[in-house]
């Protein structure tokens, strides 16, 4: 089955330093998608990507997705304190008409203040 | 409501009983997903909801789990004889349309802990 793998698994970063998350599937998807998870909370989704290439930008927050839609990254400048949690990329494939999300295993990120 | 809601928030059942997870999506929401969260992992799919129709049930571990949405709007999760490895964050999702690249909305979740 489809497997999406997340590197690195943790990442502690001095406030003010960037951050960077990579997702890699072993198939070819239709979107990618990103959530994020504070400590005792449950996903928020955060961004879409759906085109071969494609670049998004959210404030302090720069996801791309690969030429060959199988990988992704999610940048974050200068981070900050509320950036804090685990991040996750979601690969989808069209199952049954609808979107089967495989998430990866997640980036957790702390921040030394 | 302004969100997915679940009940229990959390939920303590020794081994061996049967448990009962709820899940209110938001209203009008067609598609609803759970997922099952264990420990420092992501979440991983469990079955999927077109209104009332169960069109995915794919990752559900075992016979032991069963899901229902009988009127195409609040869902069930359950578990019987329930084992020290159900044990988990339950988080259900839903979406407004049945298309793709639709969001998904995470409720709370129910944390699961089998003794």
């Known amino acids: 089955g489809q497997q999406v793998m997340q590197i690195p698994q943790y990442q502690h970063v001095q406030e003010g330093e960037d951050f960077t998350t990579y997702c890699n599937s072993s198939?070819?998807?239709?979107?990618i998608q990103w959530y994020k998870q504070r400590p005792g909370g449950h996903p928020v989704f955060l961004i879409q990507?759906?085109?071969?290439?494609e670049v998004k930008k959210q404030k302090r927050l720069t996801f791309q997705f690969g030429e060959a839609k199988k990988n992704s990254s999610l940048h974050i400048t200068a981070t900050q304190t509320t950036d804090v949690g685990t991040y996750f990329c979601?690969?989808?494939?069209?199952?049954?008409?609808?979107?089967?999300?495989?998430f990866g295993t997640g980036t957790r990120l702390t921040i030394i203040p | 409501g302004a969100g997915v809601s679940q009940s229990p928030r959390y939920k303590v059942a020794k081994r061996g009983q049967d448990v009962a997870l709820r899940c209110d999506p938001i209203?009008?929401?067609?598609?609803l997903f759970w997922y099952q969260q264990a420990l420092g992992q992501g979440p991983e799919f469990l079955t999927y909801?077109?209104?009332?129709?169960?069109?995915?049930k794919s990752g559900l571990p075992s016979d032991r789990f069963f899901a229902e949405r009988p009127e195409g709007s609040v869902s069930t999760l359950k578990i019987q004889r329930t084992q020290q490895e159900d044990s988990a964050v339950y988080l259900c999702?839903?979406?407004?349309?049945?298309?793709?690249?639709?969001?998904?909305?995470f409720g709370p979740g129910t944390r699961l802990t089998v003794l």
């Open positions: 999702a839903s979406s407004s349309t049945s298309g793709v690249g639709d969001t998904q909305y």
């Open positions: 198939t070819t998807l239709s979107n």
């Open positions: 990507l759906v085109k071969s290439g």
């Open positions: 979601a690969g989808a494939q069209i199952n049954f008409g609808n979107e089967k999300l495989t």
């Open positions: 209203s009008g929401h067609v598609s």
């Open positions: 909801f077109q209104n009332e129709a169960q069109l995915d």
